[in-house]
């Protein structure tokens, strides 16, 4: 697996402060580019401000459709960060390394994009503050907590947190890093940021145990997140596709299959962007296809189980929304779109070493679980909505207007931009992280023995 | 908060829907639409699939041609007394009254639409449009009833103003409120008089009556929702009765 070549403090320094000291010369038109498409897209939702809910393409009985789709998407992209940086740290899987700080920052984007989704596709969204702080003393009343919407901005205000601070807590050496290589206002800017770091051994010892405190911290919400997330649809007796006792740990599972992907096809990005073939090496994607194969798995068995029961009390409404799910125009299609990319076509090319070392292919398959694991949510919503109960009088379905994709154009454009905001700013492979694995990894010759460099605790 | 006058209301309302003598004829659909201050269901708000019709008729067709018969039933909110919408709501603006009936306060409202999801009887209404009306029909809206706005969610109230004004009025005449006094305004509008409203506490009420028929039955009663409107089934000579909702 050691197919790396040891090098120097400076080299690389100056190959992964490559974005920062200098600015790549792609980046200034694609960061104008994703301007345009965001701005884009806050008109849109200026236009749902103005003139409703209407402008979509939601109806009665499908009242939520692609924007709650795009909530669950962003969520189960944010069980990136937790898992890679978070799981990994704690079972001390050595390849984690140079992807742990992009997988954190994947996280805090997609949840600030989610965020978006179920405010703007309230009725009334200048309303929406005593759904999400219980604040409103005067009247007596507070939300509901009975109501899985009141612990979705709970959970996803926690997750926010922590994975901020995490973040935050695992920038700090490099920020000392970069105040000490840059002048003017930029060095006065890292100054404040960097928190007084100066790298002696108390400051290591304490970022180390903030380090590994969070992320034991932050497995709880690991598992709540997406729990929570699949209870808006669980607790609902009345859709036959939705009332189902598997909802949790089956989005739980999703998401972690969605989000690793996610951060597959980020690595894939970055060491095309900037170059970094020394750092983002083949091994990673090696090791990330493999985790993503049980994870498949694991996720496939989920959906199968769920299938499973639902059609198993063989009820008409039942077997009447799952027809619409898998043999119906168009909704046959996107299922067929939706298991070919979550599962059937990626998941045994990964059983190939040679696929899982390429990374162009590494980078399509991650993309094509992404789309998969959309459509997924896509066919849990709009059809259980469409096909519900047995009162085929309302039965009905949904097209989803203009301005709705426009939004989920949105979404990506958001996030992209984001990212690429913040590799202008901060590095995105952790120096420190980088240059520590190279100890662990180093001998020494000490007579004729070679003892590893660094012994662990 | 139960306030002390809710806890001694003692009334507990309800509907009878006799599916036997319901005719389809929609006078009841268009009673609550003038009532109520519905939204008017125009062309493009059909072809939108938003319609508003706080009570519809739904038909059904039964029999191979050319034996075929069309079935109505009318449809409105039940009034659960286990109400799937009333635990999802964020903001409790929709809960249950000490009366039975499980209402709407427009003002929390900010529009999640997620009790429009948990009501496995779709008769909750979403304002996805600031509603209008034609000049003519502006003098026409029901000063009791509140215009609602765009962004939030309605549903069958029973009538409430009705039902407020009926309790006032025996109250000011010093009289028991008798059945019958209240009537919402399909029931008023009911040719047939399929449809009869009362007080299920009162045990000798029409509706108390009737609920306790043979021929009761609730919409969808394997979700356990205990809905305060009961159905009586339709009778068919040559059959008997046809029972439940399948």
């Known amino acids: 697996?050691?197919?790396?070549?040891?090098?120097?403090?400076?080299?690389?320094?100056?190959?992964?402060?490559?974005?920062?000291?200098?600015?790549?010369?792609?980046?200034?038109?694609?960061?104008?580019?994703?301007?345009?498409?965001?701005?884009?897209?806050?008109?849109?939702?200026?236009?749902?401000?103005?003139?409703?809910?209407?402008?979509?393409g939601l109806n009665r009985p499908v009242y939520w459709g692609l924007f709650i789709t795009s909530f669950v998407f962003w969520v189960g992209i944010s069980h990136a960060g937790i898992m890679i940086s978070a799981i990994l740290r704690l079972t001390q899987a050595e390849w984690r390394r140079p992807v742990t700080r992009a997988a954190e920052l994947l996280t805090v984007f997609s949840l600030m994009t989610a965020l978006f989704f179920p405010l703007i596709h309230a009725g009334r969204p200048w309303r929406i503050f005593y759904w999400i702080t219980p604040f409103d003393f005067s009247r007596g009343i507070f939300p509901n907590p009975r109501s899985p919407l009141i612990w979705d901005p709970f959970a996803i205000g926690t997750y926010l947190t922590g994975s901020t601070l995490f973040l935050y807590v695992a920038l700090l050496p490099d920020l000392g890093v970069l105040r000490d290589r840059t002048t003017g206002w930029k060095h006065s800017f890292y100054t404040v940021a960097s928190l007084g770091w100066r790298g002696n051994p108390r400051q290591w010892r304490l970022q180390t145990v903030a380090g590994i405190l969070l992320s034991a911290l932050m497995l709880p919400i690991f598992v709540s997140v997406h729990s929570i997330v699949s209870w808006d649809f669980a607790v609902t007796p009345a859709v036959e596709g939705w009332h189902s006792t598997i909802f949790a740990p089956y989005f739980v599972i999703g998401a972690v299959h969605s989000g690793v992907s996610a951060v597959v096809t980020m690595m894939a990005l970055m060491r095309w962007l900037w170059g970094w073939e020394n750092y983002i090496r083949p091994e990673h994607f090696d090791a990330l296809a493999r985790l993503l194969i049980v994870v498949a798995t694991g996720w496939l068995g989920f959906t199968f189980v769920e299938l499973i029961f639902g059609v198993y009390s063989l009820e008409a409404p039942e077997r009447a929304l799952r027809e619409m799910q898998m043999f119906t125009w168009p909704w046959n299609l996107l299922f067929l779109i939706f298991f070919l990319c979550a599962f059937a076509i990626p998941v045994p090319l990964w059983f190939f070493k040679r696929v899982r070392n390429n990374i162009a292919m590494m980078f399509w398959t991650s993309i094509l679980v992404n789309i998969g694991m959309w459509l997924e949510r896509f066919l849990i919503i709009v059809p259980g909505l469409a096909r519900k109960q047995p009162f085929v009088f309302t039965w009905d379905s949904y097209t989803v207007s203009y301005l709705e994709w426009g939004l989920l154009l949105w979404s990506f454009a958001w996030v992209l931009m984001l990212m690429l905001l913040f590799s202008k700013f901060f590095p995105l492979i952790p120096l420190f992280e980088t240059k520590e694995s190279q100890l662990f990894t180093m001998d020494v010759k000490i007579g004729r023995a070679n003892m590893p460099a660094v012994i662990r605790e | 908060m139960v306030t002390a006058a809710e806890k001694v209301s003692g009334h507990k309302w309800g509907m009878a829907v006799d599916v036997d003598r319901c005719t389809g004829c929609q006078?009841?659909?268009?009673?609550?639409?003038?009532?109520?201050?519905?939204?008017?269901?125009?062309?493009?708000?059909?072809?939108?699939?938003?319609?508003?019709?706080?009570?519809?008729?739904?038909?059904?067709?039964y029999g191979e041609f050319p034996d075929v018969k069309a079935r109505f039933i009318p449809i409105m909110c039940q009034h659960c007394e286990n109400a799937p919408c009333?635990?999802?709501?964020?903001?409790?603006?929709?809960?249950?009254?000490?009366e039975g009936m499980n209402v709407q306060i427009y003002n929390r409202c900010v529009g999640t639409r997620y009790c429009g999801n948990g009501c496995p009887y779709n008769v909750r209404f979403f304002n996805y449009w600031e509603p209008v009306w034609p000049k003519s029909l502006r003098n026409q809206l029901n000063p009791d009833v509140t215009v609602r706005s765009r962004g939030i969610m309605e549903k069958c109230s029973f009538c409430v103003q009705r039902i407020r004004r009926g309790v006032r009025e025996a109250a000011r005449d010093g009289r028991e409120l008798q059945d019958g006094d209240i009537?919402?305004?399909?029931?008023?509008?009911?040719?047939?008089?399929?449809?009869?409203?009362?007080?299920?506490?009162?045990?000798?009420?029409?509706?108390?009556?009737?609920?306790?028929?043979?021929?009761?039955?609730?919409?969808?009663?394997?979700l356990n929702t205990f809905p305060n409107v009961v159905y009586l089934a339709q009778v068919d000579a040559t059959e008997g009765a046809t029972g439940g909702h399948e």
């Not at chain 2, 493009?44 to 067709?61: C, G, H, L, P, S």
């Open chain 1, 1 to 56: 697996m050691q197919q790396r070549r040891i090098l120097d403090e400076f080299t690389i320094n100056r190959e992964l402060l490559r974005g920062n000291l200098n600015t790549p010369k792609w980046w200034l038109p694609t960061v104008l580019g994703l301007l345009v498409v965001v701005l884009f897209g806050f008109t849109l939702m200026g236009i749902m401000f103005n003139k409703g809910v209407g402008v979509t």
């Open chain 2, 27 to 61: 006078a009841c659909v268009m009673a609550c639409q003038a009532e109520n201050n519905t939204t008017l269901s125009t062309e493009d708000v059909y072809r939108q699939k938003r319609t508003f019709a706080w009570i519809r008729i739904e038909r059904y067709w």
């Open chain 2, 86 to 98: 009333e635990p999802v709501c964020p903001v409790f603006a929709t809960y249950h009254n000490t």
């Open chain 2, 183 to 222: 009537e919402p305004a399909c029931v008023e509008a009911c040719p047939t008089n399929a449809l009869v409203f009362g007080d299920y506490n009162d045990a000798d009420s029409r509706v108390s009556v009737m609920r306790n028929d043979d021929r009761k039955y609730t919409l969808l009663d394997k």
